[in-house]
């Protein structure tokens, strides 16, 4: 299994960005694909920001990007995203792709004027 992100980079707020995730090693229709975030600093968990499942490719997000992210799938493409609106400095974070066990290197979003 394997899951590669890219799209990350710094924004200032109120900006946007789109992350990819790809995938392969799995067949990726079948599983349900999640993005994380760690944000930095000590004690700072990994918290769920969006999940995609794979039956009708229902969605949830975390309170805190509701109205602001949106998780869509390719299944032709093997790829997740990660649309990200209105972003804000509190969005800073690592963001990871989860799936089928397996996690990706990561990539970071800094959000700062």
């Known amino acids: 299994v394997q899951l590669v992100e890219s799209g990350g980079g710094l924004v200032q707020p109120g900006g946007s960005l789109r992350l990819s995730c790809v995938a392969s090693g799995f067949t990726f229709s079948m599983y349900a694909m999640r993005w994380y975030r760690q944000a930095p600093g000590p004690g700072k968990e990994r918290e769920l920001v969006a999940a995609i499942y794979s039956a009708g490719g229902s969605t949830k997000y975390a309170d805190s990007v509701v109205g602001r992210f949106t998780i869509s799938r390719d299944n032709g493409k093997n790829t997740v995203y990660l649309q990200m609106n209105s972003l804000k400095p509190e969005d800073t974070a690592v963001y990871y792709c989860?799936?089928?066990?397996?996690w990706g290197q990561g990539t970071q979003v800094t959000v700062s004027s």
């Open positions: 989860h799936a089928n066990g397996a």
